[in-house]
Nanobody, 115 residues
Framework: VQLVESGGGLVQPGGSLRLSCAAS????????MSWYRQAPGKERELVAG????????NYANSVKGRFTISRDSAKNTVYLQMNSLKPEDTAVYYC?????????WGQGTQVTVSS
């Protein structure tokens, strides 16, 4: 099983980034997918989630209206489009795949929002 995140980097406040998470080694279409983040000194928190079929999404209040999660089953990839980024969005972002008690994590990608 592999989850490989990409797309992180340094961006100015107000800017945008799109994170990608390429999945392999499991039946992607059966798993709910989520993005979490962890800032220095803070606990890991859920940012956004999408159901296995893609019909349902949920977001942390802090990112609603700015972030959009989506998935492409043909590419076994989940995305997180992040707009209007703020310094408080700075964190390591992790991709998660979940099916009942099965939980897989990526290695994370750093997002830094700073002028």
């Amino acid at each position: 099983v592999q989850l490989v995140e990409s797309g992180g980097g340094l961006v100015q406040p107000g800017g945008s980034l799109r994170l990608s998470c390429a999945a392999s080694g499991f039946t992607f279409s059966s798993y709910a997918m989520s993005w979490y983040r962890q800032a220095p000194g803070k606990e890991r928190e859920l940012v956004a989630g999408i159901s296995s079929a893609g019909g349902n999404t949920n977001y942390a209040n802090s990112v609603k209206g700015r972030f959009t999660i989506s998935r492409d089953s043909a590419k076994n990839t989940v995305y997180l489009q992040m707009n209007s980024l703020k310094p408080e969005d700075t964190a390591v972002y992790y991709c998660n795949a979940n099916l009942y008690r099965l939980d897989y994590w990526g290695q994370g990608t750093q997002v830094t929002v700073s002028s």
